[in-house]
């Protein structure tokens, strides 16, 4: 028997639930909840926790509005997939491109925080080089974990996750009886203007959650899909809500700063120094497990399908034989993580505010159109629905939430930065054009291949 062309490969089944589970959880950006929640509770003061709340919540919406097509339609390529059924191959192309793009800036800007939270450790070292150098270090480790293989990669992540929670969980049950009330009045004391401005950088700290649904080409059961979509989401919100209003409760809103997690100044006050470490592990851990399955593990599987249905260049589809996973579109997406941590080391504002900014922009666009395919999926083919062994209760309350979440995101990201849409609409434009000029599509052999791995 002749062997098999690594082009011919596809991506094995081997994730179980908790590996899913872990996925979403894992997922949720790390730098958003650890460093730059600091800012948001500047932003909103002691109401950053109903704005971060709503801002999970959306999220959550969005998840069990995805659940069907999920479960219905489990690819690697997820919303791309999706959304080129019920809209045509550009949408398609679009809704998993702008996901995967998103993922490879919050590689370099989660990346960079990975850096400098690991300098709390050593803060002998000197220069401003350091946070680069451990930036690079571990996203090569992570790079190669997710090249060896998704299982190891999965298993990896499902254990840095549970260490995560069982440390945010201990903070939150320990640290209650040591708030102080009087720390959350005024509850808005920036009135609702900074009630709105805090919603996006809540919506980032929970962005990400929805990588799982990439995980559906190869998860052992597609049905384990839509409950990891949910019970992920639900896990971070109770888990993240409860841990802000403890901190909220041991640190006054205008004592915040946003130099070192506020998290471990907290936990330094209630446990001492032993209780800074451990926090600051767990920073690290929550933003190691965004880069590990996150950038590396969604982005380079977006790529792959991609590539595989002609939307982009053909080494992006290859398998590596013996581990079985897209070991060139992992590259890639390492090698533009790394070029982004050098980018920000030199010029933060562009990492951290612009493009940052555009991976809002670019995860709102994603979002939109695959929640347009869930209703289209729900409009024309109830037939198929009916089948599925997992059904989105209390329709269509939860597409209406989640374009409901999504528009108050973008009112609060966009309504004061229009150059940001405007820039937003250039590249994507720019994006457009290449693909029309390019004009590449599959040929019968690969499209019947496509078929067989869906």
Known sequence: MSKPNALELSVERKLGYWQIWALGVGAVIGDGVFLLMGQGIATAGPGAILAYLVAGLSQLFLMVALGELAVGMPNAGAMSLWVERFMGKWWGFLAGFTFAAGWVIAGGSVGLALGQITMWFFPQLEGGFWPVLFAIFFLSVFAVLNILGTEIAAKTQLYLVLIMTGVMALFSLIGLKEI??????????????????????????YLGAVTLATAGGECKDPKDLPKALVWSSITF??????????????????????????????????????????????AWIAAATCILMGTLYSASRIFYAQARKGFLPSFFGYIHPKTGTPVYGILAVWACSVGLVILGSINP?????????????????????????????????????????????????????????????????FVGSPMTLVRGAIWMGILYVLFKVSGKSKSPGAASHEQTTV
């Open 180 to 205: 102080n009330p009087s720390h959350f009045t005024p509850f808005l004391p920036n009135g609702m203007e900074g009630f709105w401005a805090a919603i996006p950088l809540g919506t980032y700290a």
């Open 237 to 282: 919100l109770v888990l993240y809500t409860l841990a802000q209003a403890v901190l909220q409760g041991l640190i006054p809103w205008d004592k915040m700063t946003m130099d070192s997690s506020p998290f471990t100044a907290a936990s330094e006050m209630v446990f001492g120094f032993a209780g800074a470490f451990i926090m600051n592990m767990t």
């Open 349 to 413: 504002d562009l990492l951290y505010v612009e493009l940052s900014t555009q991976l809002v922009l670019a995860w709102m666009v994603s979002w939109t159109l695959a929640l347009i395919a869930a209703v289209l999926y729900r409009k024309h083919h109830m037939q198929e629905i009916r089948q599925l062994p997992w059904k989105q209760p209390l329709y269509p309350l939860f597409p209406i939430l989640g374009f409901i979440g999504i528009g108050i995101v973008c009112y609060g990201t």
